[in-house]
């Protein structure tokens, strides 16, 4: 009996003077070594990260060597240990999936774009309560997006973009109450944009290229919206009247959905408002505002490939910013307002000149106005193509190799051309 007494006395001695030795705390090894395990050995390939972690040594005690060249990085926690802080796997084509059990309590920082990575997010993830950055960007990850993620309340970037999650986005991600930045673009992701008025940090927000659904809600965003886009979704409606309420909102890209109605004068002197792109919609009429634009922000407006009708918004020729404007593919007609040429050529002072406009593809008539017979090759994009114009001489910059309507249709659409 003293003999085996001493033989687990004698064990336990080893197993603490090993663990004295170890800088890597335990847990993280087997953390590490999870996460390898999950990846496909064969995509693995000489040269990678994941190639060189060798785990006869200490992680944290060797990173940096020829046995642990990168993907990791480790700070001094807990005295005499070091845990692992931060995994950054280089852009190598890793294939295989993430371990069901996350066990890296520390992590910070969790990058895994740019490979081949596929199955689903582990609810584990909920353990990775000081995580402030994720990127699982350009993988094959599928499947509906874990709820756990939602806990992460430290989380201050997320990109998720460019996969093949399915579902809707979590209710929870309402509590990821310092998250500024989310990325959930080229996804497969349905449902109806959801409640994220919470997220009083929320800057950037990309939920492009998806399936999402029904109205638009400003109230369901943060007013510290700063750049928005949700093109390429099937997003109906009318546009929503207290848009105001986004009053540091830069950026705007509601493009390819199926909105309708009219596009609301506030967009036109919005006070933060410098990009917006409302293109392939069926919005049919815009509104004029009463200051007429002259406190626009607004650098880019493109509102083609909608049917807005009547006549060309003469007042975008005031906003003293604007430089590009796209009202191709429409219904506009009646002449092309003699302010637009004056914008392209000889603009105001303090005021910016029209480096981009484009005409195309409406029902314009009449003649051309005379500034922009002069335009010379470098000085200005115009388009008029596809319209009803009086004259357009192929001598002309502006008009060499121009197809206009035929007398035809233009008889169809509007009045005789005169």
């Given at each position: 009996?003293?003999?085996?007494?001493?033989?687990?006395?004698?064990s336990f001695f080893?197993?603490?003077?090993?663990?004295?030795?170890?800088?890597?705390?335990?847990?993280?090894?087997?953390?590490?070594?999870n996460l390898k395990?999950?990846?496909?050995?064969?995509?693995?390939?000489?040269?990678?990260?994941?190639?060189?972690?060798?785990?006869?040594?200490?992680?944290?005690?060797?990173?940096?060597?020829?046995?642990?060249?990168?993907?990791?990085?480790?700070?001094?926690?807990?005295?005499?240990?070091?845990?692992?802080?931060?995994?950054?796997?280089?852009?190598?084509?890793?294939?295989?999936?993430?371990?069901?059990?996350?066990?890296?309590?520390?992590?910070?920082?969790l990058d895994m774009?740019?490979?081949?990575?596929?199955?689903?997010?582990?609810?584990?993830?909920?353990?990775?309560?000081?995580?402030?950055?994720?990127?699982?960007?350009?993988?094959?990850?599928?499947?509906?997006?874990?709820?756990?993620?939602?806990?992460?309340?430290?989380?201050?970037?997320?990109?998720?973009?460019?996969?093949?999650?399915?579902?809707?986005?979590?209710?929870?991600?309402?509590?990821?109450?310092?998250?500024?930045?989310?990325?959930?673009?080229?996804?497969?992701?349905?449902?109806?944009?959801?409640?994220?008025?919470?997220?009083?940090?929320?800057?950037?927000?990309?939920?492009?290229?998806?399936?999402?659904?029904?109205?638009?809600?400003?109230?369901?965003?943060?007013?510290?919206?700063?750049?928005?886009?949700?093109?390429?979704?099937?997003?109906?409606?009318?546009?929503?009247?207290?848009?105001?309420?986004?009053?540091?909102?830069?950026?705007?890209?509601?493009?390819?959905?199926?909105?309708?109605?009219?596009?609301?004068?506030?967009?036109?002197?919005?006070?933060?408002?410098?990009?917006?792109?409302?293109?392939?919609?069926?919005?049919?009429?815009?509104?004029?505002?009463?200051?007429?634009?002259?406190?626009?922000?607004?650098?880019?407006?493109?509102?083609?490939?909608?049917?807005?009708?009547?006549?060309?918004?003469?007042?975008?020729?005031?906003?003293?910013?604007?430089?590009?404007?796209?009202?191709?593919?429409?219904?506009?007609?009646?002449?092309?307002?003699?302010?637009?040429?004056?914008?392209?050529?000889?603009?105001?002072?303090?005021?910016?000149?029209?480096?981009?406009?484009?005409?195309?593809?409406?029902?314009?008539?009449?003649?051309?106005?005379?500034?922009?017979?002069?335009?010379?090759?470098?000085?200005?994009?115009?388009?008029?193509?596809?319209?009803?114009?009086?004259?357009?001489?192929?001598?002309?910059?502006?008009?060499?190799?121009?197809?206009?309507?035929?007398?035809?249709?233009?008889?169809?659409?509007?009045?005789?051309?005169?």
């Open positions: 009996m003293k003999v085996q007494f001493f033989l687990h006395l004698f080893i197993f603490f003077v090993l663990l004295a030795q170890c800088k890597t705390h335990p847990i993280d090894i087997q953390g590490l070594q395990n999950g990846i496909n050995p064969k995509s693995i390939s000489p040269g990678s990260c994941l190639n060189s972690w060798n785990f006869s040594i200490d992680p944290c005690d060797h990173i940096f060597t020829d046995r642990f060249t990168c993907g990791f990085r480790c700070d001094l926690i807990i005295s005499g240990f070091y845990r692992v802080t931060e995994i950054s796997l280089d852009q190598a084509g890793y294939s295989g999936s993430l371990p069901n059990s996350f066990t890296l309590p520390h992590l910070e920082i774009s740019y490979n081949s990575l596929s199955g689903s997010i582990p609810n584990s993830f909920s353990n990775l309560t000081r995580l402030r950055r994720l990127s699982l960007s350009k993988n094959s990850f599928t499947g509906p997006i874990t709820s756990s993620i939602g806990s992460l309340f430290r989380l201050q970037e997320l990109f998720l973009d460019n996969n093949k999650f399915t579902g809707s986005i979590p209710k929870g991600f309402n509590g990821l109450i310092n998250l500024n930045r989310f990325e959930l673009q080229q996804n497969n992701i349905s449902g109806e944009l959801p409640n994220l008025n919470q997220l009083r940090n929320l800057i950037f927000l990309d939920l492009s290229n998806n399936r999402l659904a029904g109205n638009f809600f400003t109230a369901n965003l943060s007013d510290s919206m700063i750049e928005l886009s949700v093109r390429n979704n099937y997003l109906h409606g009318e546009f929503p009247l207290n848009f105001e309420e986004l009053k540091f909102l830069q950026v705007l890209d509601l493009s390819h959905n199926l909105f309708s109605g009219r596009i609301p004068a506030v967009l036109f002197h919005h006070s933060s408002l410098q990009q917006l792109t409302l293109s392939y919609n069926n919005f049919t009429f815009l509104q004029v505002p009463e200051d007429l634009g002259l406190r626009s922000k607004l650098i880019a407006i493109d509102l083609s490939y909608n049917n807005l009708h009547g006549l060309l918004p003469a007042f975008m020729a005031s906003m003293p910013e604007l430089s590009v404007l796209n009202l191709e593919h429409n219904k506009f007609n009646g002449v092309i307002p003699i302010q637009y040429a004056v914008k392209v050529l000889v603009p105001r002072n303090h005021t910016a000149s029209f480096e981009r406009l484009l005409l195309g593809g409406n029902y314009l008539f009449g003649p051309i106005p005379g500034l922009l017979l002069g335009l010379k090759p470098g000085s200005g994009n115009v388009s008029l193509v596809d319209n009803c114009l009086y004259k357009c001489p192929d001598s002309v910059y502006i008009c060499h190799g121009v197809h206009q309507k035929s007398l035809l249709d233009c008889k169809k659409f509007g009045p005789m051309i005169p």
